[in-house]
């Protein structure tokens, strides 16, 4: 078995194209570079790898020459993010690591205004829009700023993790509009409140005070996978969802393990299993699921296996019935997903 990884939305190729469309540009052959079949983006429960959305986000930053890929009223220059980060590693605490950041974006694009705010031992991360009323009047507008601001919270997320080194533990994720999709609740490991006043984040105050532990050494090696990892990396392996989602990698191909019996093996009891998934916004059968389609589609694109033989390893009894799951799953038969993208 190959290693299981997470999958990409394909909602979240059809947002970060948005950019490039705006600027007039066909997005077919910019999808083709970066191993995506054009045609996914009409199966709405379609699914790509983290390699190809990676690669998208490479293509896409150097055919607009924009850090967040024309979604913003000007773009942010290549390298933006590189000097911002030098700064940023030579800040004491994660409390003026944040200000720093804030202070430095606030003076490269127009559309938000990025700030820390503390107060009731709370610290807010908000981005607040300088100009709603006439983004508002633009549908379109306003849906690349909406996913403009989104993706820079979230790489402003997993930059301040890998400045301290660890996860920041959230307490919320606010969105003013948009829906908060079961991968946004598995990314940030909250739920997600939509129709809030501002775009943000929220967390304890007391982890302003995390010491920042990189280095430019260090930096050097965070730049060498850069942007990618910005937007598809920083996880914490010891959330419940993870070590969940590792124990049932291990059952791939057979039997998975019911509930009550994770709940065993973690020494918790299923009430309290079902509670803490809850809080991190997730159920049991989501992930179960999650993890089977995770490891076909990975097996479809990375091996030349015959459709049979990856239902027989995924532990169906028949290729049928694993047909028919994964277009429950992805909206898309297993062979015209292979067809489309070929194993690689």
């Given at each position: 078995m190959t290693t299981t990884q997470h999958t990409v939305?394909?909602?979240?190729?059809?947002?970060i194209v948005l950019g490039a469309r705006h600027r007039g540009l066909d997005v077919e052959p910019l999808l083709l570079r970066a191993g995506i079949?054009?045609?996914?983006?009409?199966?709405?429960?379609?699914?790509?790898s983290q390699r190809q959305y990676a690669a998208l986000i490479r293509v896409l930053r150097r055919r607009l020459r924009d850090e967040l890929w024309g979604l913003l009223s000007r773009p942010l220059a290549p390298g933006s993010f590189g000097r911002c980060m030098r700064q940023l590693v030579r800040c004491t605490t994660l409390g003026e690591a944040l200000r720093e950041g804030c202070a430095h974006y606030h003076?490269?694009?127009?559309?938000?205004?990025?700030?820390?705010?503390?107060?009731?031992?709370?610290?807010?991360?908000?981005f607040m829009l300088r100009r709603p009323a006439t983004v508002a009047a633009d549908?379109?507008?306003?849906?690349r700023l909406d996913y403009g601001v989104k993706a820079f919270m979230l790489i402003t997320f997993n930059a301040a993790s890998w400045l301290v080194a660890r996860r920041i533990p959230l307490l919320g994720v606010d969105y003013t509009a948009g829906?908060?999709?079961?991968?946004?609740?598995?990314?940030?490991?909250?739920?997600v409140r939509n129709g809030q006043p501002h775009v943000g984040l929220s967390f304890e105050a007391r982890w302003l005070d995390l010491p920042v532990v990189q280095s430019p050494q260090s930096l050097r090696e965070f730049f060498a996978t850069a942007p990618a990892n910005l937007?598809?990396?920083?996880?914490?392996?010891?959330?419940?969802?993870?070590?969940?989602?590792?124990?049932?990698?291990?059952?791939?191909?057979?039997?998975?393990?019911?509930?009550?019996?994770v709940s065993s093996t973690l020494a918790v009891t299923p009430q309290t299993l079902r509670r803490r998934l809850r809080d991190e916004g997730r159920g049991f059968q989501q992930i179960k699921d999650e993890t089977r389609r995770d490891a076909?589609?990975?097996?479809?694109?990375h091996t030349p296996l015959a459709l049979p033989e990856i239902a027989a390893r995924l532990g169906f009894s028949e290729a049928s019935t694993f047909h028919r799951a994964f277009k429950q799953w992805t909206g898309v038969a297993p062979g015209a997903y292979r067809e489309a993208h070929g194993p690689g």
């Open positions: 939305a394909i909602q979240q190729v059809q947002h079949a054009p045609a996914l983006l009409e199966a709405p429960l379609a699914r790509i003076l490269l694009q127009d559309d938000f205004v990025p700030r820390l705010a503390v107060h009731g031992g709370m610290a807010h991360v908000q549908p379109q507008a306003q849906a829906h908060g999709s079961t991968d946004t609740s598995r990314v940030y490991q909250v739920p937007i598809i990396k920083y996880r914490d392996t010891s959330s419940l969802t993870d070590r969940i989602r590792r124990l049932l990698r291990k059952s791939v191909g057979g039997e998975m393990p019911s509930l009550d019996e076909a589609i990975d097996l479809l694109l």
